[in-house]
């Protein structure tokens, strides 16, 4: 296959329009995990010019975070968001269709952003949407943070929870879905809600995971 140029095009042809598990009222672009192309070598991604597809599940902790949004609104009805690592814009696209006043959704990985702004459409909601890495730049103007499996490796989680805590420090209220990654800061979390949310079995330990949302407590 040659090296991929196009995102949406890309995105466009090699997903298929499903409803997420644990959020049906939400549809997203994902992939088939039948597809070679999943089951790739991150060397080989990279000669695709792709990087991990991490925007084309609907992850266990997103899962979690869309589902207590949909059914806690007021949550977020009228409030500014801040989607960060969006992946497939799923929490957003809750926060919106949940009545929040704005979500600005932010990811590493240019592909995301595509596939964000595509399943936004999708769901007749609004994203504002940023390629970029920004735990170590200015916090952005948030009321909320939301933040779905971001605890899955200590670099990651090194870089997160500083972050984190400058938006706290900020005023802003912050949420994480995750289902136990190995770096979850739990002494800082009150949990919220739990469930089991259906994921692919071949990216996982389990067809089920136990998912929780958090609110990260001030130090």
């Not at 912050?174 to 289902?179: A, E, M, S, T």
Request: net charge negative.
């Amino acid at each position: 296959m040659p090296r991929i140029t196009d995102p949406v095009d890309f995105i466009l042809r090699e997903t298929l329009v499903k409803p997420v598990p644990h959020a049906e009222e939400i549809r997203l672009h994902v992939a088939d995990e039948a597809m070679d192309l999943w089951l790739k070598t991150e060397e080989e991604l990279g000669d695709l010019g792709l990087a991990p597809p991490f925007w084309a599940f609907a992850w266990a902790g997103g899962q979690g975070l869309a589902r207590y949004i949909l059914d806690t609104p007021e949550l977020v009805a009228g409030k500014h968001v801040l989607d960060f690592a969006c992946g497939s814009g799923l929490v957003g696209i809750a926060a919106m269709k949940a009545g929040a006043l704005s979500c600005h959704g932010v990811d590493i990985d240019p592909f995301a952003i595509a596939a964000a702004r595509l399943n936004a459409g999708l769901n007749g909601v609004s994203l504002s949407l940023e390629t970029a890495d920004i735990t170590a730049t200015a916090c952005p103007d948030a009321d909320i943070v939301f933040c779905g499996d971001v605890f899955y490796d200590k670099a990651m989680a090194g870089k997160v929870l500083p972050f984190l805590d400058r938006m706290l420090d900020k005023g802003a209220d912050v949420f994480v879905g995750d289902p136990g990654r190995s770096y979850l800061p739990t002494s800082r979390l009150a949990e919220l809600a739990d469930y089991s949310v259906p994921v692919v079995g071949a990216l996982e330990d389990n067809e089920i995971k136990h998912t929780r949302v958090f609110r990260v407590k001030k130090i």
